[in-house]
């Protein structure tokens, strides 16, 4: 059973970079046929996606972020990170890893979540 | 890219049928075969409930369907069960190689 865990700072300062890490455990994400992806949810709103990555490092990103998005693989500790530069309080959110197998187009697999507040 | 359009909310009474609404366009919705739904309890993670328009993953009751009509993709729930109360968000691949969600709709059981 594929679990996902989020990781990283709850409290990010103004024009800072938010990092964040998803922890896979149950597969290896080295043996590729998925893509890893984030997707964040504003307080009380709906879901947004933010982009995913391939175990080969192929990236594709929200095009309203892609600006300050980078997503990357660490395959030797399976997990792979978001960072998001010069948030705002705009950015405070719960920030969501997820999975998408290569072929489909839903998330089948979660982690539980992570709140992340902008604010000085 | 802009969020696909559902009600913001909609109730109905245990044992009924309800349906949510999901409108795109032909660049989402209307383009691909990839729509899914998920449903969300508070304070949990999203869970896949319907992926593919009309398939549900292993384990999704069968009281859950999907279906679509042009830009507009739709979920229906059947005999209403207290426990299906929650957030439900649809989702479609778009032409620009990306994911879009919908703004959620809000099921109470009466």
């Known amino acids: 059973q594929v679990q996902l865990q989020e990781s990283g700072p709850g409290l990010v300062k103004p024009s800072q970079t938010l990092s964040l890490t998803c922890t896979v455990s149950g597969g290896s994400i080295s043996s590729g046929g998925y893509y890893w992806s984030w997707i964040r949810q504003h307080p009380g709103k709906g879901l947004e996606w933010i982009g995913y990555?391939?175990?080969?490092?192929?990236?594709y990103y929200n095009p309203s972020l892609k600006s300050r998005v980078t997503i990357s693989v660490d395959t030797s500790k399976n997990q792979f990170s978001l960072k998001l530069s010069s948030v705002t309080a705009a950015d405070t959110a719960v920030y969501y890893c997820?999975?998408?197998?290569?072929?489909?187009?839903?998330?089948?697999?979660w982690g539980q979540g992570t709140l992340v507040t902008v604010s000085s | 890219q802009s969020a696909l359009t559902q009600p913001a909310s909609v109730s109905g009474s245990p044992g009924q049928s309800i349906t949510i609404s999901c409108t795109g366009t032909s660049s989402d919705v209307g383009g691909y075969n990839y729509v899914s739904w998920y449903q969300q309890h508070p304070g949990k993670a999203p869970k896949l409930m319907i992926y593919?328009?009309?398939k549900r993953p292993s384990g999704v009751s069968n009281r859950f369907s999907g279906s679509k009509s042009g830009n507009t993709a739709s979920l229906t729930i059947s005999g209403l069960q207290a426990e299906d109360e929650a957030d439900y968000y649809c989702?479609?691949?778009?032409?620009?190689?990306?994911?879009?969600f919908g703004g959620g709709t809000k099921l109470t059981v009466l």
């Open positions: 997820a999975r998408r197998e290569d072929g489909e187009l839903h998330f089948d697999y």
């Open positions: 989702s479609s691949y778009t032409s620009s190689s990306t994911v879009v």
């Open positions: 990555i391939y175990y080969s490092g192929s990236t």
């Open positions: 593919d328009v009309s």
